[in-house]
């Protein structure tokens, strides 16, 4: 792996364990923090080297996630009242701006 990559990598996940409980970013909404990736580059990353943060404070945009993570990740979800919407996360009340939290 070379550099560029492993230092994305490290980024991403850096970011996604910033996240608060309860909260979450889209794969669209880190990679624009990050300024690199876009939406498909920090899913590459999550499905690679995610499992060690919590991954799914990370959605698409529309809430949701891939269906083989989606009842461990509500039950997560549920755990932290993470702001739901039939069952997704609701964005418009979820969505944690990573840029307007730094001190």
Same mark, same amino acid.
């Given at each position: 792996?070379?550099?560029?990559?492993?230092?994305? /990598?490290?980024? *991403? +996940?850096?970011?996604?364990?910033?996240?608060?409980? $309860?909260? %979450? @970013?889209?794969?669209?909404? /880190?990679?624009? *923090? +990050?300024?690199?990736?876009?939406?498909?580059?920090? $899913?590459? %990353? @999550?499905?690679?080297?995610?499992?060690?943060?919590?991954?799914?404070?990370?959605?698409?945009?529309?809430?949701?996630?891939?269906?083989?993570?989606?009842?461990?990740?509500?039950?997560?979800?549920?755990?932290?009242?993470?702001?739901?919407?039939?069952?997704?996360?609701?964005?418009?009340?979820?969505?944690?701006?990573?840029?307007?939290?730094?001190?």
């Amino acid at each position: 792996m070379d550099d560029l990559r492993a230092e994305f /990598i490290e980024a *991403v +996940l850096q970011v996604v364990e910033s996240i608060p409980a $309860g909260r %979450v @970013m889209t794969y669209g909404s /880190i990679a624009k *923090v +990050l300024g690199r990736g876009g939406p498909r580059g920090v $899913g590459g %990353v @999550m499905s690679t080297d995610g499992h060690g943060v919590p991954w799914w404070r990370v959605v698409r945009a529309n809430g949701t996630l891939p269906g083989h993570l989606f009842v461990e990740a509500q039950q997560h979800w549920y755990a932290e009242g993470t702001p739901l919407k039939r069952g997704t996360v609701d964005i418009n009340q979820a969505l944690w701006n990573a840029e307007d939290s730094a001190d």
